[in-house]
């Protein structure tokens, strides 16, 4: 089994080519298909996270039990039969996707949308390929929990590095040849389905073999009921406080905002995708560890884990913060657009980081099966952020639906945190919050804050993209000074031993 230094790196490099994707192809997506036509790929994406819910669970239940039984001789039929039941599910379910945006493509166009140059007709169309390419795509997403649960996280950044490359830069003689949602849409499709059938083959490949076929055996889901359960729960409250704020902003602002808005959206989420390979790594690892009764090794990964993240989340979000016109003006060298997208992106970064920070605990929390925290957590962020968001959105539009998100994280780390120590790691609250993740926010945040104010321009050419790439190098070396054994401990205690 690869050693879970080779999996973080692994999971890095799919992250960031997925990261460089995005920064090289969207811009041009919105100059081929225009600023209202792109905001519909921002109503795609709002798309597939609602639907993320409709696995009910089921790849994070997966992943945990492929993770601390697939390798267990007496466990190896279980867990074939377990995916093969979860697959068959998967896959129906697929189809429902589709079949539902199909069902209410027509009134979205005509009833939600604030539609401009792009036609009801066109709208109506596009969301009807969108419900397509979103099924197509969907099954890969359990397929890829598989894969993390048996830590083949090397062969599977390989596959999604291939199909990313393929999704953002294929897509550029489609759109040549037709400037059009509906093309750009056809194409995602294709890639798709072309992926989750891949990386399907790959999980078959690499599960132990036993002499009985796999079956679907409506009791392998049933035993896992309690806990996708909760994963459901969980996905259900998370995704609407993380999608209020596209839903009001759609609703009561002109489409072209959330085009604006998507591009806000989307350098936030380069957080998320620095968070991700670490917590796909460390979750089967806490899964393992907890079934092996492992506390000292538990306590030890924990730690150092929370720290290396608040290294990088506090050096990224201290640049973004302070930066953050610079960036988007370098990246997509329209200085009106930089000057809109920069107020509302600059806060959902400090929402993102609030976010990234809570996602180890998370991880903990899953891997001792328990979801009643998170639950509340999400539901009690979900109540508030409501009728926050729909006052703010009616008054600040761009820059107030970003308050939910804000909202709803700060109440993760503020109450969750000391919650969660109270009955994991009983008395590591204090370690957490002001001695893991302390330090390097506060250094990373100072640091920027005095390069800024250094006689530093930053013009969009190659120089330009130099010195923000060493501003970002300072402010990483000063937030990893604050942990002056950090950069020991990843190489010395990162390689847990298989046990």
């Not at 199909?163 to 294929?170: D, K």
């Not at 995704?239 to 591009?263: A, W």
């Not at 107020?343 to 609030?354: E, F, Y």
């Not at 926050?388 to 107030?400: D, I, N, R, S």
Request: with cysteine; hydrophobic share 55%; proline share 4%.
């Amino acid at each position: 089994m690869a050693a879970l230094r080779v999996n973080i790196i692994a999971n890095y490099i799919g992250q960031a080519w997925l990261a460089v994707m995005g920064i090289i192809f969207m811009p041009i997506y919105m100059k081929l298909l225009g600023v209202e036509a792109f905001g519909l790929v921002g109503v795609m994406l709002s798309f597939q996270a609602i639907f993320q819910l409709f696995d009910f669970g089921i790849g994070g239940t997966v992943n945990r039990e492929l993770s601390r039984y697939a390798h267990k001789a007496d466990s190896i039929a279980h867990s074939r039969d377990l995916v093969r039941s979860s697959e068959i599910l998967i896959w129906g379910i697929a189809a429902f996707i589709a079949l539902t945006l199909w069902s209410v493509s027509s009134f979205i166009a005509h009833h939600w949308l604030n539609l401009e140059s792009v036609s009801s007709s066109q709208a109506a169309t596009a969301i009807t390929l969108m419900g397509v390419a979103i099924a197509l795509l969907w099954p890969n997403t359990f397929y890829t929990n598989c894969l993390s649960g048996l830590e083949k996280q090397p062969q599977m950044n390989a596959a999604q590095i291939i199909f990313t490359t393929l999704r953002y830069a294929g897509v550029l003689p489609v759109l040549w040849y037709s400037a059009t949602i509906e093309a750009f849409l056809s194409w995602y499709a294709l890639i798709g389905a072309l992926q989750s059938l891949i990386t399907g083959f790959m999980v078959w490949s690499y599960l132990p073999n036993h002499q009985e076929k796999a079956r679907f055996k409506i009791e392998t889901l049933k035993g896992a009921k309690k806990f996708s359960g909760g994963l459901f729960a969980i996905g259900v409250l998370a995704l609407g406080v993380s999608q209020i704020d596209r839903v009001f902003l759609t609703s009561l602002r002109p489409l072209e905002e959330m085009g604006y808005y998507t591009l806000a959206l989307s350098v936030a989420a380069g957080l998320g995708r620095i968070v991700q390979p670490m917590f796909n790594a460390v979750y089967p690892r806490f899964s393992r560890l907890v079934a092996q009764k492992n506390q000292k090794e538990l306590e030890t990964l924990y730690h150092l884990s929370s720290q290396y993240l608040a290294v990088v989340i506090a050096a990224v979000t201290a640049v973004l913060v302070i930066f953050a016109y610079d960036v988007l003006f370098l990246w997509t060298g329209d200085a009106i657009l930089a000057s809109k997208v920069a107020p509302p992106m600059q806060l959902l970064v400090i929402g993102s980081a609030l976010n990234g920070l809570v996602n180890i605990p998370y991880a903990l929390q899953l891997a001792n099966g328990w979801t009643r925290l998170a639950v509340g957590l999400n539901a009690v962020s979900l109540l508030l952020g409501i009728p926050v968001c729909f006052w703010a959105v009616q008054k600040y539009g761009m820059l107030g639906a970003t308050f939910p998100w804000l909202l709803g994280n700060f109440i993760s780390v503020i109450i969750g945190i000391p919650l969660m120590h109270r009955k994991l790691l009983h008395g590591h609250a204090f370690q957490w919050l002001l001695k893991d993740n302390f330090p390097p926010l506060l250094v990373g945040m100072l640091c920027a804050l005095v390069i800024s104010v250094l006689p530093i321009e930053l013009e969009r050419n190659l120089l330009g993209l130099i010195k923000l790439v060493a501003i970002c190098i300072a402010v990483l070396a000063a937030c990893l000074l604050s942990h002056p054994r950090l950069a020991i401990a990843i190489t010395s205690k990162f390689k847990i031993t298989n046990g």
